[in-house]
Structure formats: structure tokens, C-alpha cells
């Protein structure tokens, strides 16, 4: 975890959660350090910043999918722990880009790829996705790419 400032900072806090005996939080510290060292392993490098940022995600978004089975089971107290790690983990994670600076990239995207229908799709994604940093959810930018290629 030497590469990246994030990781760095998760670790450290993990110290001080541990250090407060705030038990609940800890278990998601301790969650998000063995996502990123399990990747570290898979991959046989360490990760930037970048790369924690999208073990970060994919982390939330398993977090967000059993935030949906908990409601729709009714389990409240289920609910109540996706909601506070939700929490912490996007505490790690980037602003999200706004709405119209997101629109300016995929037209960059768009215009730099010389896409002109769906079928450049792939193409304008990852050039898109690129240049959003890890700031921008990739549904998101998807949706927008489909709205401006198929209008």
C-alpha cells in the first residue's frame, strides 16, 4: 500500500478507529484494507491512487446491492449498517463530477474518437472514463453516452 496517499490515509485511520474502539467502524476499515491488499496480491503490484479509488467503488456498489436485498427483505437493522459503511466508504472517495462537466468530457470523448452512433459506444466510454479520474460513477457516464450518441 506504499503507492498510494489514499490507502496510506485509510490505514492511519484504521489506526484511530482502532485506537477509539469504535467496533462497527473498524469492521469496515478493516474490510476496505483486505479489498485493497487482496487486489494488490491478485495483481502482484501495488496500487495508486487511481487504482484504490476503483477498489473503493466496486466495494460500494456490493455495499449498495446488499442495501437493496435489506430493504426489500425489510430488514432494518440490515439497512442501518449499509447506510453508515455507505457512509465511510464514500468518505474515501472523490467528489463526484457535476452533471455539466461530465456532459464536457463525453463530448470531448465523443469528438476526440470521431463516434457518431451507438456502435462507437465502446470506444467513446473508454476515453470518457479516462478522463473522468475515477470521479464518475460508470453508469452514469454510460447513460449520458447512449443519451448524446442515440440524440
Given at each position: 500500500?506504499?503507492?498510494?496517499?489514499?490507502?496510506?490515509?485509510?490505514?492511519?485511520?484504521?489506526?484511530?478507529?482502532?485506537?477509539?474502539?469504535?467496533?462497527?467502524?473498524?469492521?469496515?476499515?478493516?474490510?476496505?484494507?483486505?479489498?485493497?491488499?487482496?487486489?494488490?496480491?491478485?495483481?502482484?503490484?501495488?496500487?495508486?491512487?487511481?487504482?484504490?479509488?476503483?477498489?473503493?467503488?466496486?466495494?460500494?456498489?456490493?455495499?449498495?446491492?446488499s442495501?437493496?436485498?435489506?430493504?426489500?427483505g425489510?430488514?432494518?437493522?440490515?439497512?442501518?449498517?449499509?447506510?453508515?459503511?455507505?457512509?465511510?466508504?464514500?468518505?474515501?472517495?472523490?467528489?463526484?463530477?457535476?452533471?455539466?462537466?461530465?456532459?464536457?468530457?463525453?463530448?470531448?470523448?465523443?469528438?476526440?474518437t470521431?463516434?457518431?452512433?451507438?456502435?462507437?459506444?465502446?470506444?467513446?466510454?473508454?476515453?470518457?472514463?479516462?478522463?473522468?479520474?475515477?470521479?464518475?460513477?460508470?453508469?452514469?457516464?454510460?447513460?449520458?453516452?447512449?443519451?448524446?450518441?442515440?440524440?
Amino acid at each position: 500500500m506504499a503507492n498510494s496517499e489514499l490507502a496510506k490515509r485509510i490505514q492511519q485511520d484504521t489506526i484511530t478507529t482502532m485506537r477509539a474502539k469504535d467496533k462497527d467502524r473498524l469492521t469496515v476499515m478493516r474490510m476496505l484494507q483486505a479489498a485493497i491488499k487482496q487486489v494488490e496480491i491478485d495483481t502482484r503490484e501495488e496500487l495508486d491512487d487511481e487504482g484504490v479509488v476503483k477498489v473503493l467503488r466496486a466495494y460500494l456498489k456490493k455495499v449498495k446491492d446488499s442495501l437493496a436485498g435489506a430493504r426489500d427483505g425489510g430488514r432494518e437493522d440490515l439497512v442501518a449498517r449499509a447506510e453508515a459503511e455507505l457512509a465511510i466508504v464514500e468518505s474515501y472517495l472523490p467528489a463526484e463530477l457535476d452533471d455539466e462537466v461530465l456532459e464536457a468530457i463525453v463530448r470531448e470523448a465523443i469528438a476526440g474518437t470521431g463516434a457518431s452512433s451507438l456502435k462507437d459506444m465502446g470506444q467513446v466510454m473508454k476515453a470518457a472514463m479516462a478522463r473522468t479520474g475515477g470521479r464518475a460513477d460508470g453508469n452514469r457516464v454510460s447513460a449520458l453516452v447512449k443519451s448524446l450518441l442515440a440524440g
